[in-house]
């Protein structure tokens, strides 16, 4: 596609439900990066690919966030027994390489109730 | 944890009016890019500025660097309402690129 797309757009979970976050970066970026940002706050990294690759994920804030990249394109943000204090969008970018302007999705807006 | 900080947190301005944010950082960089975020949207890649450049001009924006003082300014040159949006600087000490908290700028029409 001719940007990063996201899905889905907006997503509501009743806490310690599992959630499933999709990003299609665009193709032929090798680097693929996921942020998380709070109402009001700049985003805040989470994760980093490079190819299918996990490279960095210090930014992951418990063991219930865990990320994929099995083919080196597509990428999934999996939120396990989800809290309140992770509702906030969930934004992913590529870039074809490292040091490179990122693209940025829409993001996923993630609200737990 | 975020090594940018933008200044100010806010900024209201008139329409044909220049809009100046500045953004100090904390540890050496390779590039110093700026981004912009409307509002329910992602960003949107602005201006990419190298360590070893000191101004760079891409339309109505400016951005200078000066890396003795770490710091950045953005320059947004008569400003129109559609320039509304939250606007964030990313350093890159290193992979990952790191934002600020951003300037949300007001564009009065």
């Known amino acids: 596609g001719a940007g990063v797309s996201q899905s889905p757009r907006y997503k509501v979970a009743k806490r310690g439900q599992d959630v499933a976050l999709r990003c299609d970066p665009i193709?032929?970026?090798?680097?693929l990066f996921w942020y998380q940002q709070a109402l009001g706050q700049g985003p805040e990294f989470l994760t980093y690919?490079?190819?299918?690759?996990?490279?960095?994920k210090s930014g992951l804030p418990s063991d219930r966030f865990f990320a994929e990249r099995p083919e080196g394109s597509v990428s999934t943000l999996k939120i396990q027994r989800t809290q309140q204090e992770d509702s906030a969008v969930y934004l992913c970018?590529?870039?074809?390489?490292?040091?490179?302007?990122?693209?940025f999705g829409s993001g996923t807006q993630l609200s737990v109730l | 944890s975020q090594q940018g900080e933008e200044d100010p947190q806010a900024l209201s301005i008139q329409e044909g009016e220049n809009a100046t944010m500045n953004c100090s950082y904390k540890?050496?960089?390779?590039?110093l890019q700026w981004y912009r975020q409307n509002s329910g949207r992602g960003l949107v890649h602005l201006i990419l500025?190298?360590?070893?450049?000191r101004e760079k001009h891409s339309g109505r924006l400016r951005v200078t660097l000066d890396t003795s003082k770490k710091s950045s300014s953005l320059l947004i040159t008569a400003s129109r309402a559609a320039d509304t949006a939250s606007y964030f600087c990313?350093?890159?000490?290193?992979?990952?690129?790191?934002f600020g908290k951003g300037t949300r700028l007001s564009v009065i029409a």
């Open positions: 970018a590529s870039s074809l390489g490292d040091l490179e302007k990122l693209f």
């Open positions: 193709s032929g970026h090798v680097s």
């Open positions: 690919f490079q190819n299918e690759a996990q490279l960095d």
């Open positions: 540890t050496s960089i390779n590039n």
């Open positions: 500025i190298r360590s070893n450049e």
């Open positions: 990313a350093t890159d000490p290193n992979t990952p690129l790191v």
